[in-house]
């Protein structure tokens, strides 16, 4: 597991101007180790500076025991990333104060996928929770590219 400060990314954060944006998101991907299935979960906040410069991001990951009983049903994996990524926001909801958030989740809308199965749910869990409304595929970049990315660069 690799971590990140919390309290850096929050001095971060407070550092930064109010027309700063927040992204969070998250991404998991399953791993068979020893016959057994495990989940590897990036999360990834990014902080667009200025809302119109770059931007600094922050990342870590972790990995935990999937408990999902079919590849093609991965429900549990996937609202492990909702709960993952609401539990960020919510360590940062001190900081955020009035910066432009959003809340993104690697979640496809298309019937062809998996990841349709828990999209409702998703979105719902994440509006009550951090009562933002959550971005889903293909306008969840913290997700879908910033965490996907992270894991290769924070495996090295």
């Not at 400060?5 to 930064?16: L, W």
């Not at 998101?25 to 791993?31: A, K, L, T």
């Not at 935990?64 to 360590?91: A, C, G, H, W």
Request: net charge neutral.
């Amino acid at each position: 597991m690799k971590q990140f400060d919390i309290d850096e990314v929050k001095e971060y954060i407070r550092q930064s101007t109010p027309e700063s944006k927040i992204y969070l998101g998250c991404d998991s991907e399953r791993v068979r180790l020893d016959k057994v299935w495990w989940a590897d979960y990036t999360l990834a906040i990014v902080v667009h500076i200025d809302g119109k410069h770059g931007c600094k991001i922050f990342g870590y990951y972790e990995r935990e025991r999937d408990y999902d009983q079919k590849k093609n049903r991965p429900n549990i994996r996937l609202m492990t990333e909702v709960y993952k990524v609401s539990q960020l926001y919510l360590e940062l909801k001190d900081c955020i104060d009035d910066r432009h958030v959003e809340v993104h989740l690697d979640i496809n809308p298309s019937v062809n996928y998996a990841s349709n199965a828990v999209v409702h749910q998703a979105i719902g869990y994440i509006r009550g929770t951090c009562s933002v409304e959550a971005l889903i595929k293909p306008d969840a970049f913290a997700a879908s590219y910033a965490a996907d990315r992270l894991k290769f660069i924070l495996n090295r």
